[in-house]
């Protein structure tokens, strides 16, 4: 069992940036796939990057560039970094972590943060 901590939203304006944190406890080990994921109202949950265990990424097209997701493992925090930020982000931001890795379906992912609220205004 892992639990999830999300930290780091807010309201910001088009063009600037934010830095998520996901504080991982429990049975860590650094064995998980860990990913960010969001979700806005009314749309279904998508993923946004994920870090696998052995430090390789995957980032979605539509944020590439503007988007970078890392971990520090002795302080088991995850990280997404989030430049450039437009309106079209504003979303809730859950950390996600599973032992396998299912990037990028939600549905493979067994442990969830509470998430973070990002807000990007015009």
């Known amino acids: 069992q892992v639990q999830l901590v999300e930290s780091g939203g807010g309201s910001v304006q088009a063009g600037e940036s934010l830095r998520l944190s996901c504080v991982a406890s429990?049975?860590?080990?650094?064995?998980?796939?860990m990913t960010w994921f969001r979700q806005a109202p009314g749309k279904e949950r998508e993923g946004v990057a994920s870090?696998?265990?052995?430090?390789?990424?995957s980032v979605a097209e539509s944020m590439k560039g503007r988007f970078t997701i890392s971990k520090d493992n002795a302080k088991n925090t995850l990280y997404l970094q989030m430049n450039s930020l437009k309106p079209e982000d504003t979303a809730m931001y859950y950390c996600?972590?599973?032992?396998?890795?299912?990037?990028?379906?939600?549905?493979?992912?067994?442990?969830w943060g509470q998430g973070t609220q990002v807000t990007v205004s015009s």
């Open positions: 996600a972590a599973d032992s396998y890795g299912g990037w990028p379906l939600a549905a493979k992912y067994n442990f």
């Open positions: 429990g049975d860590t080990n650094n064995k998980y796939c």
């Open positions: 870090i696998d265990s052995d430090g390789s990424t």
